[in-house]
C-alpha cells in the first residue's frame, strides 16, 4: 500500500514550456486534490475531482488543467509555465468526512 | 466561505516544555477540524483530528481542544522532543476547501531548542 505517489519530484522548466504532474492513490478514495504550497502561503488549493469524471477549480485554478483519468489517477498540466508558478505542488486524497493523505510533493522552479 | 486564521507563524521552545498552536474559523457549519505535521522535504502528515461532538481528544503527548462557541481550536504538544520539530498545519471543514471542505491555516514553524 503506497498511499499516494507522485511524480516528478523535481522539475525546471523554462517559461512557456508544458509539463503535466502525475498522481496516483491506491486507497480507493474518491476525492483528490492537487494543492500548491509558497512560503508563508500556507496550502492552496487548485483543483480537485470529488469522483472519477468530475474535477472543479479550487482558490487558484489560473493557468492549470486537470484531468481525473480514473478513480486512481489525476494529473494536472501546465499549459504555458510561468515564474509564478515555482511552488511546491502537492496531490491528495480524501477518506470522507476529511481525512486528507498527501503525496511526497512536486518542486517546480520555472525559470 | 470558510476562513482559518492560526498563530503563531513561528514558535520556538525549550526541549521538554509544552506548545501550544491556536486557530479560528469563520464558517459554524464546520465539524472537522484535523492537524498536519509537515516535515522539511515531505508532504503534509495527519497527526490528530477532532470531530465538533467532542471538546478534547489526546493521543499520547499531543492533544486537540475545541470550543465551538468561541470557533477556535489548540492543538497542545508536551514534553516536547527534538523530533516534534516541524511546521504545523490546522484545518477546518467548511464550504470552501473543495468537495470535502477543507481549508488550511497558513501553518506554525514550531522550533525545539535544545
Known amino acids: 500500500n503506497a498511499g499516494v505517489t507522485q511524480t516528478p519530484k523535481f522539475q525546471v522548466l523554462k517559461t512557456g514550456q508544458s509539463m503535466t504532474l502525475q498522481c496516483a492513490q491506491d486507497?480507493?478514495?474518491?476525492?483528490m486534490y492537487w494543492y500548491r504550497q509558497d512560503p508563508g502561503m500556507g496550502l492552496r488549493l487548485i483543483y480537485y475531482?470529488?469522483?472519477?469524471?468530475?474535477?472543479d477549480k479550487g482558490e487558484v485554478p489560473n493557468g492549470y488543467n486537470v484531468s481525473r483519468l480514473n478513480k486512481r489517477e489525476f494529473s494536472l498540466r501546465l499549459e504555458s509555465a510561468a515564474p509564478s508558478q515555482t511552488s511546491v505542488y502537492f496531490c491528495?486524497?480524501?477518506?470522507?468526512?476529511?481525512?486528507?493523505?498527501f503525496g511526497p510533493g512536486t518542486r517546480l522552479t520555472v525559470t | 466561505g470558510e476562513n482559518v486564521e492560526q498563530h503563531p507563524s513561528t514558535l520556538s521552545v525549550q526541549e521538554g516544555d509544552s506548545a501550544v498552536i491556536k486557530c479560528t474559523y469563520s464558517?459554524?457549519?464546520?465539524?472537522?477540524f484535523p492537524w498536519y505535521k509537515q516535515e522539511l522535504g515531505k508532504g503534509p502528515q495527519l497527526i490528530i483530528d477532532i470531530r465538533s461532538n467532542v471538546g478534547e481528544k489526546k493521543d499520547q503527548r499531543i492533544a486537540v481542544t475545541l470550543n465551538k462557541t468561541a470557533k477556535h481550536f489548540s492543538l497542545h504538544i508536551t514534553e516536547t522532543q527534538p523530533e516534534d520539530s516541524a511546521v504545523y498545519f490546522c484545518?477546518?471543514?467548511?464550504?470552501?476547501?473543495?468537495?470535502?471542505?477543507?481549508?488550511f491555516g497558513k501553518g506554525t514553524h514550531l522550533i525545539i531548542q535544545p
Open positions: 484545518a477546518a471543514s467548511g464550504t470552501g476547501g473543495g468537495a470535502d471542505g477543507l481549508t
Open positions: 491528495a486524497s480524501t477518506r470522507p468526512p476529511g481525512e486528507q493523505y
Open positions: 475531482s470529488a469522483s472519477e469524471g468530475t474535477t
Open positions: 464558517d459554524s457549519a464546520s465539524n472537522y
Open positions: 486507497m480507493n478514495h474518491n476525492s
